[in-house]
């Protein structure tokens, strides 16, 4: 989404997710516990950024896993307003994660009854967390700014970060002042940027300010926020997709009042969801999560955005985390919140568990926005409008574990009988939704139990 | 087509270009349910339909004269199409006020809005209730041929392809502008040419022969004015829904164009049944 342009890394916004393991943690409710481990890094390229929006006010927080050297980082934002010193802050990573991980597409897993018994669900959950850093900058400003054309607006240091404002008069003159400063323009930026001087958009310029890092010893950066009033409600993708090596994903984490938020300018559908997949894949869902999407994509042709959850704050079901407390939403800028203590979602110790709050809900809804770019297919940037539609939707894959004692009462024999009709209902769908080979989905189904007697 | 004058008009062949509008919005529609899964249910569709018709019939009732259901259900159809709401109660209200602006809001016997488009316009100052999703078509060269094709049947017959011709041409021209001036590349522009929202707004809204015009010369600037409405609202104010807030303002303007610039003979006044003027 972002330029992050400096020295060789950042192919804008280049903040890779890492899918985090979740201990599990048995529940007695309806929603049960979570099983599923994903340890590896997900999507590759892919940024994620918070948005929290009420009437213009809107606050955008960007995390990146930037893991260079500190002093390779850069980010170019173009913002829509010139921004105060109040209006940027620092976020915990943590707070972040836990709003991606509450968010995440999940996994639930359920056990088939005994078929000789009166039918009692028991039921897991897994749950697929993304992990993410944020990305830092380097150098300030110069005097020579002004003689390019150049304004510096204001200048920061927030957090471990230096932060520049910058307006400018032509894209040319910002292009060199960037460059002078250290920034790695790639070619063909200069014009984007002029496309957003003309535009009235001012840049945002974070670098790492070592010595405050090291005062704070993290080891990583955490995520910038940004809060500005205006009218565009949209997310500038077009400098990272210059000279990008390949497609990028982005993650949006929309937190709004009324409902959903989709593209205006590009299609958003539903991700495929609630479909039975082999029970094999519990150990390896972010592999499934990340060959459906790829799949997914492929067949659209890269040209939509995807949703992946959209939900009332309030309450969950299944809850892939913990519910993210009010003091986390608020911080996130979700400052619409009345109280900002940790409730209605204080979460209990042990680990995540299932939270089922009255449907009436909370003010805040989150829309969960995924979507893979590039040039080609998304030459304009991202505008979106928030809707009235409160319907919940999650990205939901569910696992039926067979029941395997005896059963030998009539009942267990059709039982047994349905068995290998729904086990290859499940291949059939995993390979539908992955472009997995069918053989091999069907061995390693066998090889995990899931085999008609 | 002078067949049979006993049988009512829409049945002659070939005879009312509403019933190509029909067929066509209601590909359209069942396109966008089967295909691109749009956010309405066929229980929201059916609302709409009995909603409009019974509105029409109670209209017509009033006023005497016989039901004629193409107009309501053209209607229904074009807000199936566009109309998202948060509770069904708010589609009822929004076939209602479609379908209650024709009668009520009259200048010398023509309505004055586009029935689906005031409904929405009036809707959309509800945010909690109704919204329209722009991106819902997705913006891909094949389907803006397919609308094209198929509005041509339909404004070929109510020889209104003036004002959509017209009205496309202008927003090209301000979109390609806007590009040349930012310095953006044409992919952009080329984009937003193929948004099936505008294509469908062009072809089955602006170009309502009860609500354009009379005259050709007053249709192209009003078509024009529009447009250049529609960029100031999009890419001024940043509101997505430019194109329905443009052509509500600017249609009460369509009964002062008509006194500027009136029709050579006032009774040769648009009809569905006899669509040819200019």
Request: glycine letters at 6%.
């Amino acid at each position: 989404m972002f330029s992050t342009t400096f020295r060789r890394t950042l192919a804008a916004g280049a903040l890779a997710l890492a899918a985090a393991m979740v201990q599990a943690s048995p529940l007695e409710a309806f929603c049960g516990f979570y099983v599923a481990k994903a340890d590896a890094k997900l999507f590759n390229k892919a940024s994620k950024v918070v948005v929290a929006r009420h009437g213009e006010r809107t606050a955008v927080t960007m995390a990146s896993d930037y893991q260079g050297d500190p002093k390779e980082f850069g980010l170019v934002i173009p913002v829509p307003t010139v921004v105060t010193r109040d209006q940027i802050k620092v976020v915990d990573n943590a707070t972040v994660d836990h709003l991606d991980a509450y968010t995440a597409p999940r996994l639930v897993e359920y056990r088939d009854p005994d078929p000789c018994r009166r039918p009692e669900v028991a039921a897991f959950d897994g749950r697929l967390t993304m992990r993410m850093q944020a990305a830092g900058p380097a150098p300030a400003a110069r005097e020579r700014a002004k003689a390019l054309g150049v304004k510096i607006e204001a200048e920061y240091t927030v957090g471990e970060y230096d932060i520049v404002l910058l307006s400018a008069t032509q894209s040319d003159g910002l292009a060199t002042w960037l460059t002078e400063s250290g920034y790695k323009i790639p070619e063909g930026a200069a014009t984007v940027l002029g496309s957003y001087i003309k535009q009235g958009m001012r840049f945002f310029l974070a670098k790492v300010n070592l010595q405050e890092q090291a005062k704070s010893g993290a080891t990583y950066l955490r995520p910038i926020q940004v809060t500005y009033e205006t009218p565009k409600f949209m997310l500038p993708i077009r400098l990272g997709t210059v000279n990008a090596g390949g497609p990028q994903d982005m993650i949006v984490l929309m937190l709004t009042e009324k409902g959903r938020v989709e593209t205006t300018n590009y299609r958003t559908v539903r991700i495929p969801s609630n479909v039975e997949i082999p029970t094999y894949t519990k150990t390896d869902f972010g592999k499934v999560y990340t060959a459906m999407f790829d799949a997914q994509v492929k067949k659209d042709d890269m040209r939509l955005v995807y949703l992946e959850y959209a939900w009332d704050m309030g309450w969950c079901d299944p809850c892939a985390a913990d519910p993210v407390p009010n003091d986390k939403l608020v911080s996130l800028g979700a400052t619409w919140i009345k109280t900002a203590d940790a409730t209605p979602s204080s979460p209990q110790p042990g680990g995540p568990q299932l939270r089922r709050l009255p449907p009436g809900g909370s003010n805040v809804f989150a829309t969960r926005l995924h979507v893979r770019y590039d040039a080609k297919n998304f030459p304009e940037d991202l505008a979106f409008q928030e809707t009235a539609d409160r319907q919940n939707f999650q990205g939901r894959y569910i696992l039926r574990h067979p029941f395997t004692g005896d059963a030998t009462c009539p009942a267990g024999e059709d039982y047994r009988r349905s068995l290998s009709v729904r086990f290859d209902r499940e291949a059939a769908a995993l390979a539908n939704l992955t472009g997995w080979d069918m053989a091999d989905i069907k061995r390693r189904m066998a090889e995990g139990g899931q085999k008609a007697p | 087509m002078r067949t049979n004058p006993s049988l009512p008009r829409f049945y002659r062949p070939g005879g009312d270009p509403r019933l190509y509008q029909i067929a066509t919005l209601s590909v359209l529609l069942a396109y966008g349910l089967a295909a691109l899964s749009f956010d309405q249910a066929p229980a929201h569709v059916a609302l709409l339909l009995s909603t409009a018709m019974a509105v029409e019939w109670f209209g017509r009732l009033i006023e005497g004269r016989p039901f004629d259901p193409l107009s309501p259900l053209i209607t229904a159809l074009s807000l199936s199409i566009l109309l998202r709401a948060s509770a069904p109660m708010y589609l009822a209200v929004g076939a209602l006020l479609a379908i209650a602006s024709k009668f009520l809001i009259r200048v010398n016997g023509k309505h004055v809005f586009n029935p689906a488009n005031f409904a929405i316009a009036v809707l959309l100052v509800c945010s909690d209730c109704a919204w329209v999703s722009p991106g819902q078509w997705g913006a891909t060269t094949a389907a803006a041929f397919a609308f094209a094709s198929m509005a041509g049947l339909v404004l070929g017959r109510a020889r209104r392809a003036d004002t959509a011709a017209a009205f496309l041409l202008v927003w090209a021209a301000i979109l390609l502008g806007r590009a040349v001036w930012l310095g953006d590349p044409l992919a952009i522009p080329l984009k937003q040419m193929q948004s099936g929202a505008m294509l469908l707004f062009a072809f089955f809204m602006i170009t309502d022969p009860r609500t354009t015009p009379d005259r050709r010369v007053a249709r192209l600037l009003y078509a024009a004015l529009v447009a250049c409405l529609a960029a100031w609202i999009q890419f001024v104010l940043w509101r997505p829904e430019a194109l329905i807030y443009a052509l509500f303002v600017a249609s009460p303007l369509v009964p002062m164009l008509d006194r500027v610039m009136p029709v050579a003979d006032p009774g040769r006044r648009f009809q569905w049944t006899r669509p040819v003027l200019d």
